[in-house]
T-cell receptor, first 113, second 114 residues
Framework: NAGVTQTPKFRILKIGQSMTLQCTQDMNHNYMYWYRQDPGMGLKLIYYSVGAGITDKGEVPNGYNVSRSTTEDFPLRLELAAPSQTSVYFC????????????FGPGTRLTVT | EDQVTQSPEALRLQEGESSSLNCSYT??????LFWYRQDPGKGPEFLFT???AGEEKEKERLKATLTKKESFLHITAPKPEDSATYLCAVHLAIYGGSQGNLIFGKGTKLSVKP
């Protein structure tokens, strides 16, 4: 099992550009999540999904979009990149909802200039 | 106002010098408390889940405990390879939602010198 994989590892965007951060898990988990981690701050939930075709907003969804067409994939879309979106993005998954552990990918470091 | 507070922000230990990290929370409706380890440039790695006050879990040199308002991560005789940032997160039951929500603290950066 590769677990949770994310691509790319690093990316530099110019203001106004768009991109998609890819996330794939091979653990057959129903639940998937996107977090961002800023220096000196805790992880913040952007969006989550409880299964294919079902997504919902987390704490900081503005400026992002997601889709979930398969159990394995949960891409995060940035439409008009802004400097405030400079961050490290982590995708995670869990088998069930509730107080159960989430498994994290290695992260994507994004810089918007 | 932070709902999950970790202290200290940074901790430097000598190899073999035992200590504890603290995670205090002010939320209600706690369903679980998680500890993760995060190495530089990597994603958080799951360590423990604690569900009720009085519960304890151990893994090698790490022992996590939970009270009604805080959790401690005790590190016994640490080694340099224990150097990492340790994250605490709490899981809440949100009204009308089945998924709940994880709230993370800012972490404690642990450095263990040989």
């Amino acid at each position: 099992n590769a677990g949770v994989t994310q691509t790319p590892k690093f990316r530099i965007l110019k203001i106004g550009q768009s991109m998609t951060l890819q996330c794939t898990q091979d653990m057959n988990h129903n639940y998937m999540y996107w977090y961002r981690q800023d220096p000196g701050m805790g992880l913040k939930l952007i969006y989550y999904s409880v299964g294919a075709g079902i997504t919902d907003k987390g704490e900081v969804p503005n400026g992002y979009n997601v889709s979930r067409s398969t159990t394995e994939d949960f891409p995060l879309r940035l439409e008009l990149a802004a400097p405030s979106q400079t961050s490290v993005y982590f995708c995670a998954s869990s088998y069930v909802s509730g107080p159960y552990e989430q498994y994290f990918g290695p992260g994507t470091r994004l810089t918007v200039t | 106002e932070d709902q999950v507070t970790q202290s200290p922000e940074a901790l430097r230990l000598q190899e073999g010098e035992s200590s504890s990290l603290n995670c205090s929370y002010t939320v209600s409706g706690l369903r679980g408390l998680f500890w993760y380890r995060q190495d530089p440039g990597k994603g958080p790695e799951f360590l423990f889940t604690l569900y009720s006050a009085g519960e304890e879990k151990e893994k090698e040199r790490l022992k996590a405990t939970l009270t009604k308002k805080e959790s401690f991560l005790h590190i016994t005789a640490p080694k340099p390879e224990d150097s990492a940032t340790y994250l605490c997160a709490v899981h809440l039951a949100i009204y009308g939602g089945s998924q709940g929500n994880l709230i993370f603290g800012k972490g404690t950066k642990l450095s263990v010198k040989p």
